[in-house]
């Protein structure tokens, strides 16, 4: 960010992290056995929207490749959904609290119970297509939402001596920057130019983050982030809905002529991207992360079709190839046409990489797919049943 006032090296920051916990993690803590004692070195992150694909991820590598203790606090909309933590359940480090992040009460208590030295903030209203059949929740959580958290992390940060040991990570897209032509890449300097009201509403939550900063000194980072993929994502976004449809024999709905191009970034990746980032971003920064897996729509869903083909000894009654099954549709009002990330910053400065190849990745996600269908089964019983969304019909 241009004009930032001096910010404290974040690497020193956090190693002069003074150990805290609260006092309702630290009773979870005692609960479960754990035989760590009081004030030892305990470090908290809250991540908000812990329950969805992204958040999840990040949860389940925090527990696994970290110390710190983890509170999910999550609201548990359509979206979310604790089966994707089964693992960490039981974990003694992970906790779960049942909350809106636009309820002031809830979240200033989050806070001043559980002392993080960190928030992850990835809560949010996520898919396109609903916030164009009804903007009011997109404006109400990625807006009001994230101007509760921050200003509950501004009082925390300021009046209860969390000092430096405190940073705000908020979590944001790549469609904050609109849609690119044919060549060029969105970087960290590129002008915002959102089309839909979910990239608008998560456009003003970037601008709140920043004002936060630069009027409060509150200590942030932003990442903004390309279309993920990978295990445990709703059944409503293009890769899962697309294996989901095949597997029932039904249509595989493209947009248009399915020639939107996105840059994917296996899920995993984008967690340990996060958790560098939190750690050791330099606060004020934004860091764009991307894959560098530029697929147009049409070809992600004829890959998977032959993913399929490949794997599934039985295809659906009436259906050889699962090819046959696609079906051209109306496309989004507003379609952004290309997305593609210039993730060379966060290369260069924090030595992050994305491990997964898109084939290494969308062959796991396919195996995850056919392995966990009990787990499809179940998000899909709610209200959403994969029919089509964000006509903009006005009905
Ligand atoms: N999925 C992507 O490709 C992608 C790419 C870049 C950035 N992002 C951003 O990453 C974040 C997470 O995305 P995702 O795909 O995991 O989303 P998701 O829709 O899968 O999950 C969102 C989570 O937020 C929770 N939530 C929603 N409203 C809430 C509220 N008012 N209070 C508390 N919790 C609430 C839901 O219950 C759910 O668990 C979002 O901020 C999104 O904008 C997503």
Redesign the pocket.
Known sequence: MPNAPERPDSKAMFQNVTPRIGKKCLSVIALRGNEQSTGTGLKTVII????????SAVIRHLIEHSDYHVIN?????Y???LESLKMVADHPRYHFEK????DHRLVKNAFNEFQPCAVMH??????VDRSIDGPADFI??NIV?TSVLLEAARHYWSEHGAGKTFRFHH????EVFGSLGATGLFDEQSPYQPNSPYSAS?ASSDHLVRAWSETYGLPVVITN????YGPY??PE?LIPLMILNALDGQPLPVYGKGHQVRDWLYVDDHARALCLVMEQGVLGETYNIGGHNEMKNIDVVKTLCRLLDDKVEQHPQGVTRFEELISYVTDRPGHDKRYAIDASKINTDLGWAPQESFDSGLDKTVDWYLANREWCDHVRDGSYQGKRLGLATGE
């Open positions: 908000t929207g812990g329950a969805g694909f992204i958040g606090f999550d609201k548990l909309t979206a979310g959904n909350g809106d992040i636009c990835l809560a949010a209203e996520s898919h109400n959580t939402g979590i944001s897209t790549d998560k982030c390309s279309n993920n994502q709703f976004k």
